[in-house]
């Protein structure tokens, strides 16, 4: 698979079984559709809204940000936020096949359901990690 956003090297990345496309370049990370809301599931996250079609029925928001192609089905993918203060921008195949996050965008989502009091301290060093595998910038 080629990066949606620099089209650079794209690799498979396992965490508790699920596989994520990570750019090597970037930094981005795809999400296949079921793999962020298992990987919430995982993370006894309770209460977070992370399927893709719950994301892809969000408000498409305008930004400055160049359209992606989903890697998948390669349809121009809606971009939509998540999360609050700040919002994250993140990219969903409207037809159902995953989500694209920049570098440090899923640390920055993961992050805030965890300043929620959704994660115990066992989640937040999970999540800890993940921003340091998804280079979150803090």
């Not at 990570?22 to 962020?36: I, M």
Request: glycine share 12%; charged share 30%.
């Amino acid at each position: 698979m080629d990066c949606p956003a620099c089209k650079g090297v794209v690799v498979v990345v396992e965490y508790q079984r699920i596989e994520l496309d990570y750019c090597t370049k970037c930094y981005g990370v795809w999400f296949d559709a079921g793999e962020l809301s298992l990987l919430a599931e995982r993370l006894d996250l309770r209460g977070a809204a992370l399927d893709v079609n719950q994301i892809a029925a969000l408000p498409e928001k305008k930004a400055a940000e160049k359209a992606r192609g989903c890697p998948i089905c390669r349809k121009k993918m809606k971009k939509v936020t998540l999360g609050s203060a700040p919002e994250v921008l993140v990219d969903v195949c409207t037809r159902g096949d995953g989500l694209w996050f920049d570098g440090g965008e899923v640390g920055q989502v993961l992050g805030q359901l965890k300043d929620k009091g959704a994660a115990a301290d066992e989640q937040g060093r999970v999540i800890d990690f993940l921003g340091e595998v998804f280079h979150v910038r803090g």
